[in-house]
């Protein structure tokens, strides 16, 4: 029975490796592992013998993803990528010429550039809304750039560089009145911060397996209304677009009704299995408390980082309201430049990123505080 053990002894990393940048790749978790692990050996056993039964497993995972973001299993299509995800949105949501996209001025590339794309075949316009000072993201000055041409609005719920918050209750609560489509990458956020889609009412949200969800690397998803998906027309199209019957040559077929029908053939089952699992441990461990404590690291890194004459990117405010901490060097610092930092972290095996205007670290519930320590060591010269 695992219900009351901790995130964090579902981890073994190896001794000497302290993992920061849990916002690019974080070490998978121990139940994701032993569930490809079984997986994998059933596939050399069992060859055609466990067909039904993988794609049983799969319908699990697709279930616990679901009971993890609060939605139904029909709402959820599985992609390769965030990418694909996006893609299958903004290519097929028929955009029109005059017709307006919102989005910030700050977007990862995988959600900015379908966007962007669909935009310039279309000959939609792509309206890119300036963050403010420390690249933060209040939805308000966002949603006052809406026209009666807007059609879509497409944010990031916590930005890449930063940890940078929008407000999503704001902004569903603003554009389901006017029938303006929500879409949502949630890859930043999810894992590590309470989400519920249901009750947040955005019409589609994306995310992936392998940051704050702990997962292998190779899932993106794809969670929209089902009306909403009833609007799209699949982007690829093969032998599982069709629902309606058993033989898979018949041009009779018709589309499945819900997201299922996204996913045109065979999947990345292991990926996919795993992500399941993880998420429904993240759940088991209480989403909550997994971003109890990630803050508390997060907020004592910023501190100390503050305390050594780092200048923190403090998009959120004073108080880490996302597990992302961004910081640069400043005149205060005894590290003068970026580069400095960067060659003492790689030293001492201390993952990170260089994003945005200095460098990210990210904790998450698997870290110890030990980690943070080491870092303000590791940086205090
Ligand atoms: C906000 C955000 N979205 C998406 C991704 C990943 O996109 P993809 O799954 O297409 O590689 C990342 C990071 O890699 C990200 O930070």
Redesign the pocket.
């Given at each position: 029975m695992t219900v009351n053990r901790d995130f964090r002894s579902f981890f073994k990393t190896d001794p000497g490796l302290t993992h920061l940048n849990n916002?690019?790749l974080s070490p998978i978790n121990i139940e994701a592992e032993a569930v490809v692990h079984y997986w994998v050996e059933r596939y050399r056993r069992e060859g055609m013998f466990c067909d039904a039964a993988y794609l049983e497993g799969v319908d699990k995972a697709r279930g616990q993803l679901a009971s993890f973001l609060g939605a139904t299993p029909g709402s959820i299509a599985f992609f390769q990528?965030?990418?694909?995800a996006v893609s299958q949105i903004a290519f097929h949501l028929n955009l029109k010429a005059g017709e307006e996209v919102i989005m910030w001025d700050q977007e990862?590339g995988?959600?900015l550039y379908p966007w962007q794309e669909a935009c310039k075949r279309t000959g939609a316009d792509l309206t890119l809304v300036e963050s403010d000072p420390m690249m933060a993201t209040p939805i308000t000055k966002l949603l006052e750039k809406v026209t009666a041409r807007t059609r879509v609005i497409a944010v990031?719920w916590v930005?890449?560089q930063t940890g940078a918050i929008s407000d999503l209750k704001a902004l569903s609560a603003f554009a389901k009145s006017r029938g303006i489509w929500t879409v949502v990458?949630t890859?930043?956020g999810m894992g590590v911060l309470p989400f519920n889609f249901q009750d947040l009412d955005i019409d589609a949200v994306v995310g992936?397996s392998h940051?704050w969800m702990t997962s292998p690397v190779g899932v993106?998803y794809l969670c929209i209304k089902e009306e909403r998906a009833r609007q799209l027309i699949p982007h690829n199209v093969g032998a599982y677009t069709f629902g309606t019957c058993e033989d898979p040559t018949d041009l009779a077929c018709t589309p499945k009704r819900d997201a299922l029908r996204f996913e045109a053939g065979s999947k990345q089952v292991l990926e996919i299995i795993a992500l399941g699992a993880s998420a429904e441990l993240i759940q088991r461990c209480k989403v909550e408390s997994i971003q109890k404590t990630a803050l508390g690291l997060a907020q004592e890194l910023a501190d100390g980082l503050r305390n050594l004459g780092f200048t923190i990117t403090a998009s959120n405010g004073e108080l880490q309201k996302s597990p992302i901490v961004n910081f640069s060097p400043s005149t205060k610092s005894s590290i003068k430049t970026a580069e400095e930092i960067v060659e003492a972290l790689v030293r001492n095996k201390i993952s990170y990123a260089r994003r945005g205007p200095g460098i990210r670290l990210a904790p998450h519930a698997h870290n110890q505080i030990a980690d943070i320590q080491r870092v303000l060591e590791v940086l205090n010269r």
């Open positions: 916002a690019g990528s965030t990418a694909n990862y995988s959600h990031s930005q890449f990458d890859f930043q992936g940051k993106g």
